[in-house]
């Protein structure tokens, strides 16, 4: 069972990955788009999921940034 400390670092991620699709007005459909076109093929209700959840792995969040084209991240 993650830990309470887990849990906020999982929301600091998702909050982080989510203002960013926000800040270019990117939805998920359109993310599900713009991941195809770097190959990365994934249905939207499952992309989703993983961004509400919070548990989704690095190369996933930086293949997300890749396909909006975030250059950078605010910590």
């Not at 830990?3 to 989510?18: F, I, N, P, T």
């Not at 993310?31 to 499952?46: M, Q, R």
Request: proline content about 3%; hydrophobic content about 40%.
């Amino acid at each position: 069972m993650p830990s309470a400390q887990d849990k906020e670092w999982e929301d600091r991620v998702k909050g982080m990955l989510k203002a960013e699709l926000k800040r270019r007005g990117v939805t998920y459909a359109d993310l599900v788009g713009k991941l195809a076109d770097i190959g990365v093929h994934d249905s939207e209700p499952n992309i989703r999921n993983k961004i509400s959840r919070g548990k989704f792995t690095a190369v996933f969040f930086v293949q997300c940034l890749e396909a909006i084209g975030a250059n950078e991240v605010r910590l």
